[in-house]
């Protein structure tokens, strides 16, 4: 007999297409309809477990962000138009329910796979969120979503160690500030040296295991980096459950990107 096929579910919903961020904002809404483009064309989306996301309660977010924040974003009331949030966030009358759908994307991924009910999961969702910090959105990132997915696993599910493998051009500062020191959740972040949120880069020992490459390298330098550092830090590790962030702008033609 063959090996059985994994099912993987697919977290996403219609609620996050509508988060406004202006015209020529790099974060739109045109990301998820390229995913969903992909998979149509590749017709692997008809073989995915289609999970609408939920939205993330506020008992949820509590665990990863501050209660005062977390008033402050609920008491914006915007009919029409833009307020940003930070020079890079802009939010919209429907950002926050885009949000906390991703958020609950996250969440119920989490679910799902702790309970059998499918063996991984991709969340399709925007915003994105490993630049938000425990009492502050930044650069694009309202709520965190990896790390309310994180804290889920802890504490509904009772796990004892997760990793959060985070590849972006960018550090995933606001995850590292949410679990710094955290002895059950340990950050691997790999981005590009030098560039915004500024962060050197260097590993700082119990606090998570970073990678900051140079500009223009390729996937040559990312794998050897992966194998000679990532790889015997999660086996040292032994994760129960591993949650992936995943950045659009390490990509060849992301002009963000060096």
Not at 214 to 232: N, T
Request: charged share 20%; aromatic share 6%; glycine share 8%.
């Amino acid at each position: 007999m063959g090996e059985a096929l994994l099912l993987t579910a697919f977290a996403s919903h219609p609620d996050c297409l509508k988060h406004e961020t202006g015209t020529i904002h790099p974060e739109s809404a045109a990301r998820l309809r390229a995913i969903e483009d992909h998979l149509m064309e590749s017709q692997l989306l008809y073989l995915l477990r289609h999970l609408d996301a939920p939205l993330a309660s506020r008992e949820q977010l509590l665990r990863v962000h501050d209660a005062a924040y977390l008033d402050a974003l609920d008491a914006l009331v915007l009919s029409e138009g833009l307020k940003y949030l930070d020079p890079d966030t802009p939010i919209g009358p429907h950002s926050l329910q885009a949000a906390r759908r991703a958020a609950g994307a996250m969440i119920g991924a989490v679910d799902g796979v702790m309970q059998a009910e499918f063996d991984n999961a991709f969340c399709c969702v925007r915003p994105p969120g490993h630049h938000a910090r425990r009492d502050k959105a930044m650069g694009f990132c309202i709520y965190n979503n990896a790390a309310a997915g994180a804290a889920h696993a802890l504490e509904k599910h009772g796990l004892e160690r997760v990793a959060i493998v985070d590849f972006d051009v960018h550090h995933g500062n606001g995850t590292d500030q949410i679990f710094r020191g955290h002895q059950q959740v340990m950050l691997f972040s790999l981005f590009e040296q030098g560039l915004y949120p500024l962060d050197s880069g260097k590993k700082t020992e119990g606090d998570g295991h970073y990678i900051a490459l140079p500009g223009g390298s390729g996937g040559a330098e990312m794998r050897q980096a992966v194998e000679e550092q990532w790889i015997p830090a999660l086996d040292e590790f032994r994760p129960e459950l591993v949650l992936v962030s995943a950045g659009f702008d390490a990509h060849l033609q992301d002009e963000i990107s060096d």
